[in-house]
């Protein structure tokens, strides 16, 4: 049976992706005074390097702000200013100040999952960030427990049923996130529903999940959520 329920946080439960596009794109407009942007795959190579200084900054804010300085110096070869590397600086401090917006419906569902089901957030990112998210989405109080970790794979959601008591195949996983939320879960032997959403960052894409896979769903909506939890507990509750 469905013992614990667990939601992921960004683009989940508020929206957090829209905002570091709209950092990349301004990031491009400053970066193009000083190199050709696509002579210099100036996107793909501010991807490696964010993905090389994961193991090193984490993630979050201020790693992404950290790989711009590195990757802007690199690519304008040194000949970028301190003025519109101040620039780039400033888009950090915007997104680490920018107000929490909960996405349409998502509080309802919650709720409504949480009178049936104990409910968890488990989220990564910068600590001092995303406590500051989780103090302002009004929303806290609804989770028995919430988890900021480095990394969403196996291992990190094995520790976490052990501490919370549970067989991975008594946990369901919710989040927008194939990668982080759903497939480590299912790997385990968990439940997972996939709620894309309409920006999902290069790192975070993977693979679709096998069609007819018994322990998946996906919704397209906050509201929707309800009623696939109730489906998968009720397959849950049958035979293997």
């Not at 919650?110 to 989220?123: C, K, L, Q, S, W």
């Amino acid at each position: 049976m469905i013992g614990m329920v667990g939601f992921d946080a960004d683009d989940t439960l508020w929206r957090s992706q829209d905002y570091f596009d709209e950092a990349q794109e301004e990031f491009e407009r400053i970066l193009g005074a000083w190199t050709d942007l696509d002579r210099s795959g100036a996107r793909d190579r501010l991807y490696q390097v964010e993905s090389g200084n994961i193991g090193v900054f984490g993630y979050g804010v201020k790693g992404m702000v950290l790989s711009m300085l590195e990757a802007a110096i690199e690519l304008s070869d040194a000949r970028i200013s301190a003025a519109d590397l101040q620039r780039i600086l400033g888009l950090g401090k915007e997104l680490l100040q920018h107000p929490v917006e909960l996405l349409p419906g998502i509080a309802e569902a919650v709720e409504t999952i949480a009178r049936d089901h104990p409910v968890v957030m488990i989220t990564k990112g910068d600590l001092f960030h995303q406590e500051a998210k989780v103090r302002d989405c009004g929303m806290a109080h609804l989770f028995g427990r919430i988890e900021i970790v480095s990394e969403k794979d196996p291992a990190t959601y094995r520790r976490l049923l052990a501490e919370f008591g549970l067989q991975a195949s008594q946990f369901l996983m919710i989040g927008n996130s194939l990668r982080s939320d759903i497939i480590p879960v299912l790997e385990l032997g968990g439940w997972g529903i996939h709620v894309p959403y309409h920006s999902t960052w290069v790192h975070e894409r993977a693979a679709p999940v096998a069609e007819g896979e018994r322990r998946f769903r996906q919704v397209h909506t906050a509201a929707g959520l309800p009623a696939a939890v109730a489906e998968l507990a009720a397959v849950a509750r049958q035979r293997p």
